[in-house]
């Protein structure tokens, strides 16, 4: 099947395999954006003339149709497609033939596939600001069912002072809130429209690209066209900003595989949330809390994938970005993975009071006792250092 | 000399030495926002009636001595006091006795470092802010000093489509106004107070914590004493904010290594912004834009050391943190460095129209004679399909 | 369906979809190593006594049922079913019964996994080593071909003295014999068989270690049975291998990516080799090179994501490992990938003598001058100095 | 003061001081390897008749000099020296006139870098090597110490079955053997000579290659003189070995900042060995710890740095190498001193018999009852059924 730049002759087959790569794989995931943004191009063209009522509306009818065929699992993209974009274009060409080869006048597959890119990432942050309240919710009920219980705060790994254990839980609300900073600032980057801008050099088709960002509901035209094909910063934005969610799971997954291990016992998970060993018949396993840590590498490591992908490259488009796709999907994706499942594991943590107190041993009670001192006029670095050679000995056995 | 927390005995000088690290160097940077952020606390001592007004001005007076004597580069850090904290707890002890001890009363070394490392950050960020919009001036009058200048664009690293050179520079200031969307965002994560949070678990004094966060200019204060102690975050956004600066500048420096190329000539630059070689003197190399690119790798592993360091550590502090503050200086430093040098550099480049118009081949405007074509009703994939099976052939050898 | 693992109650369906992920997408890479890895661990049993000849030759018929079935593409692995041991294990069991639930007697999926990775890891690395010699000879004919020729030497991005093309080729040759180095290294950690380490504590059935790690080709067996959960180690070595000879073929691909621009010309490419673009008729694109490009970063992201996950994880099995497959065979592939297409593409690199000449300016002869002058017995950095502000000014326009 | 390169005029000040950066510091590190490759290449010169055998001596007299007034601390670089090559050259002219600048003659600055860096890299190495083995040492005499105690072994951060703390510990052994795999692989790939390449064009005086690479102590001549400037890839595997064991080091630092914790007490440190805090005097931290598993991030991130600065760069020097030379410098050291305090750390671990015992809980033995149901014929997963639903329900509260 050709593509949409071929003439004659074909790529060598082990070219075409290494450049088509995953993306018709990959683009499954591009392709309603993409339906949405050549909507919002076939009502730009028919307002500068290029369409009429009539070519517009069958091209329109055209994409819903692909739409429906897509949710209903009944569109593919093959191999020698290559991408989204070919089998759209080559699905309007079969059903309304030259028609369909105009839908592409006055635009390149570079705004295209940013416009589809932005709309993908704009959809999903949304839906990762959404989550994030969701899980903080959790929170705030779980900090309700632990009012009044204390647990010993740690620092260096070591018990140190009393901690009550509703703090310890809106800490992790509270980091939700710095997240969702990111999550906003990561949309406000993807939220100009680069559709229009062509190849980077403009259209020769008069476009009015308010009309087409508008239909979009982007926020603003991204006026500069070589700079829509910067590519990798909103990327890059949006990527960060999972990372960071991801990092708040991760720490609060990491104090609950510490705080569910035996030794511990501050909380425990009924056991429709764990798993068992194929081999050790005793093992109850909180495999969540350890995927929801390893993605918050995976998710990191994504960031990371961007981040140098888009490093150091010239002006211009460059098909290197066609590699951004997938890492940018799957940071998104696996985040909004782990905040769902947190959400619901969070909801069914149960904290044991009773293990708590037994932590609660003397000597994380000594701070408190240098403050007496202080109370007394005592200077707290002579309290300090008479409690801690005095009294607090016996606890450092 | 003693460690604020030591009593009898030492610790092994292997341990000593390790734990301590470039400790004493880096605090050098530290230590300023750590006597406005000690001031802050004398204040709220003050407020609280730990301390009468001639103990706070007293200890406020040896603050401002300790700053003087900073600024006359006449104050360090010894390896044995290990921190810029101890150094200045030390030196008021000095010179005030039993009075000097009573500084550090309702606060840990923890909330005193997060502070002073967020004063740090808001500063550098707001110099970074400053920074970015010298450059994109510098930038704006290159643009102007090109108006009317067409060069090739280039897509694939091969020409494409005539590119205005005003568009191709301001699209490097569009980038910039993302990044500081981005430095915004980072701003705002890093205005919260985490003073009065004492070592995570809060202060056995009554503080007045608002007191605090106004006196040394912070939006607000964060309440969760907790989550003061979940350090990275806001050093990590800081970091991908100079980050994504960097980025750009690196991109920048990308194009201008490309078109001062002698097979290029695009633009050139003054002698006095460009180094030879200590065994060809041919040469004339442009140091400035490959330091540039380069830093824009170093910038991101420096962000990239702050994400892994804080990924996967449980709450409270751990002292794995105190590793976060050399990579977040460097990443802040090295990145306004980057932004000044290429400042600079940008005022003095000289575009030649000459060698661009010279780039400027026939074949790039094929893409206009398909609009034409276009224009004349055919539709485009016939027109793009007619016209680079005939006409283009001759460009393609 | 049941999981090894499981008693009655099922798992939450959240909890059961984000612990799965995408194991049993990527489990099918493994399924064939965990094949070969069963049959060793049933000849072991046999040896141990606890199957007999005739149960023996039915599990062992059962595993090649298994794989015949898997080379037609006629196996799968359910959602349900979670990875490709419990799907071979239900197979079997369903096919022969009780026997069938014998098989994972003495073993855990522990180093039941560890060892289909390691013999995952040493074939595709086996494979690597025989592309990068195949790429080596590509070079070495290109090299022959460009007997002769001369072109500008860089550095700074700026023409510098004469290179000879060949040794510009050869200098590629060189790289990938240090990366065979470092793939041979890799191979000697994944060459110790952790088989019959069980879940990381030894196995409570007396297995001969030896026999199995023979019949699967590994050099040594892995005594350490805790050691042989100590994962990521060796796949990070192995990712690191991959991450190194993705950087040498970026390196070239970087080189060729600029002597294909019309600037310089000093390779070409046949039109099988080239893309083309869906809106601009005139361009010949290198595409393969940007891809190779790009994907010496995403090799170095899944590098990245191994050495992340595996960080700052206690000693045993944690879940985290699971998700290290992904990025390990990602890593893998990818590179043999873009060793495949590059030996295809160098093979077909058209050099052109006439434009490397062209570019070969008088400037560049300059050192050589100085060392005429060296000759006459004048100071090196003396002769330097005279050339360089004497004739070479002519240069610098 | 002027560079190797400077006639007349200067750089720009904001371009000097960024272009030179921290070289004038970093350089103190390769000013030792210099001189050795420095007195290597004069011995050349002579053999070559360069320079006689009293203007050899002269100069190998002089170098001599450095060296001791640097062992001494009275040996610095200026600014304005910019490095340590310039330096050595100003001190040499300084003193013997015209003659020091012959020392020049036939090489550049990238071939003595390059020399410099591979020297110090396989000092750092090799001292990587010998204190492996010290530490591999450290921990067998451990192993002696803890003969017949057993601890739980944990699987997905909770008891699996019981562990013998021999073998624990002498996992640890086991992977600072692979890690040696890799600091060899690496030595191999930093022992080939690039002295003589001068520039990456090779040099215009005919040295004896051989001569100074026997002299300096490398297995061989790195015989591609442009592939001397294909820089970073001996880096980065000297990097990525280091990462390794920086690695193996955090994974013990882990597993022993959870076992020293009260709710363990497998192991504890004596009190020279730990640290105290500021504001609580219960505190006993074991802060080595924590800084050898932050140190495991640090050094990943710079070895990161090596791989993002180098990767993406067209064949010839590329100033951008300039900073790799910190990265390298830093992950070598950090990881000697992290190897070394675990050494002292590690020699000094007080088990607990007591403690691992109480922890011994009596499910941790149900997989050994398995296996005795399926020595009485049972198959394994019947018997792992059924003690799993039976017995072990009591230990699962």
């Keep these: 099947m050709k593509k949409l730049w071929q003439t004659n002759g074909g790529l060598h087959p082990t070219v075409e395999k290494y450049t088509v790569g995953r993306d018709y794989i990959v683009d499954m995931h591009i392709l309603p954006y993409d339906l949405q943004g050549t909507a919002a191009h076939v009502k730009c063209l028919k307002a500068a003339g290029v369409l009429d009522e009539k070519e517009s509306q069958a091209l329109l009818g055209g994409l819903e149709e692909i739409s429906r065929l897509h949710k209903a699992g009944e569109f593919s993209i093959s191999v020698e497609e290559e991408d989204c974009h070919t089998a759209i274009e080559n699905y309007l060409t079969g059903k309304l033939g030259d028609l369909g080869k105009k839908v592409h006048t006055g635009r390149s597959r570079n705004d295209q596939v940013a416009t ?19 899980l903080q919710e959790a929170l705030e009920s779980l900090a309700k069912k632990a009012d009044g219980m204390i647990m010993p705060g740690y620092t260096h790994a070591q018990r140190a002072m009393p901690l009550s254990v509703p703090v ?19 949309m406000s980057l993807s939220d100009h429209c680069p559709l229009g801008s062509a190849a980077g050099f403009g259209s020769p088709v008069a476009l009015d690209r308010e009309l087409s960002a508008g239909e979009l509901g982007f926020a603003m035209v991204e006026e500069n066209t070589l700079y829509c094909q910067h590519r990798g910063k909103a990327e890059a934005a949006a990527a960060f900003a999972m990372s960071t969610v991801s990092a708040t799971l991760g720490k609060l997954a990491t104090d609950l595989l510490l705080f569910t291990m035996r030794e511990f016992g501050f909380f425990s998970l009924p056991s429709e949330f764990t798993t068992g060993s194929s ?20 998710v990191l490591s994504r960031q990371q994938a961007i981040q140098e992908l888009s490093r150091n490259l010239m002006s ?5 970005y066609q590699l951004l796709k997938e890492p940018l999907i799957e940071a998104l994706d696996t985040t909004l993975g782990s905040l769902e499942v947190m959400a619901v594991v969070v909801e069914n943590l149960v904290p044991s009071e009773q293990k708590m107190k037994e932590a609660c041993s003397e000597d994380i ?33």
């Design 279 to 298: 081999m050790m018949p005793n093992k109850k396993n909180c495999d969540v809390f350890e995927l929801v840590r390893g993605n918050s590498a995976v």
């Design 316 to 320: 211009g488009y460059n098909r290197d």
């Design 168 to 186: 310890w839980v809106r800490a992790h609300v509270a980091s939700l809130r710095d997240d969702l900073t990111l999550v906003e600032a990561a």
């Design 365 to 397: 009670y000594l701070t408190e006792e240098c403050y007496k001192a202080v109370a007394r006029g005592v200077p707290f670095r002579e309290a300090y250092m008479m409690i801690k050679s005095g009294r607090s000995r016996k606890f450092w056995r």
């Design 116 to 134: 589809a890119v932005r709309l993908l990432t704009k959809d999903r942050l949304a839906k990762a600001g959404t989550a994030v309240k969701v």
